[in-house]
T-cell receptor
Framework: DQQVKQNSPSLSVQEGRISILNCDYT??????FLWYKKYPAEGPTFLIS?????DKNEDGRFTVFLNKSAKHLSLHIVPSQPGDSAVYFC???????????FGDGTTLTVKP | GAGVSQSPRYKVAKRGQDVALRCDPI?????LFWYQQALGQGPEFLTY????????KSGLPSDRFFAERPEGSVSTLKIQRTQQEDSAVYLC?????????????FGNGTRLTVT
């Protein structure tokens, strides 16, 4: 039973356009959500997060939206750049749980 | 160093051999996590330490897997009698303190191949 799902294994967008990566979760106890970016042969690096008391968090070109009723979050990258090409993981954690639960990732390709 | 360091980067083991994977977290980071990542999948939680205390080992797949952090800094993940299904990238991550939603700082992982 996968509690965090990223249903699109891959996404391709043109440089300068918007990239939208989606994530769904099933565990209603999750109250923190994070996005990580991963380049080949490297570990994931933290990108942006949101707590369940908010519905939007913005950091430069990156915005995360949370829809608690739908158990859905999305990451928007505007404008997309070729250097954004990487695998993006959605992760979720619950208060006092310690661990994070990850989705299987979406490979983003930004074409020049 | 400034980041989480893992060694070795690559390990090839024959089925049945024991292996030990090392993680040096960022200095001062209280929390340390081990994850297993199979090809094409996301990281799967194995175990979690706060200082030297192992608070959660619910993700360890069998009793062949053992982790320790005796002095609250360096951690070792040991796999006994390796099997082919143990082939994966093993990621270590640390975070400064047990605060809800703290992002994890990952190392570059150890790629284990069991032949």
């Amino acid at each position: 039973d996968q509690q965090v799902k990223q249903n699109s294994p891959s996404l391709s967008v043109q440089e300068g356009r918007i990239s939208i990566l989606n994530c769904d979760y099933t565990n209603s106890m999750f109250d923190y959500f994070l996005w990580y970016k991963k380049y080949p042969a490297e570990g994931p690096t933290f990108l942006i997060s949101i707590s369940s008391i908010k519905d939007k968090n913005e950091d430069g070109r990156f915005t995360v939206f949370l829809n608690k009723s739908a158990k859905h979050l999305s990451l928007h990258i505007v404008p997309s750049q070729p250097g954004d090409s990487a695998v993006y993981f959605c992760a979720a954690s619950a208060t006092n749980a310690g661990k994070s639960t990850f989705g299987d990732g979406t490979t983003l390709t930004v074409k020049p | 160093g400034a980041g989480v360091s893992q060694s070795p980067r690559y390990k090839v083991a024959k089925r049945g051999q024991d292996v030990a994977l090392r993680c040096d977290p960022i200095s001062g980071h209280v929390s340390l996590f081990w994850y297993q990542q199979a090809l094409g999948q996301g990281p799967e939680f194995l175990t979690y330490f706060q200082n030297e205390a192992q608070l959660d080992k619910s993700g360890l797949p069998s009793d062949r897997f053992f982790a320790e952090r005796p002095e609250g800094s360096v951690s070792t993940l040991k796999i006994q009698r390796t099997q082919q299904e143990d082939s994966a990238v093993y990621l270590c991550a640390s975070s400064p303190r047990q605060r809800e939603g703290s992002p994890l700082h990952f190392g570059n992982g150890t790629r284990l191949t069991v032949t």
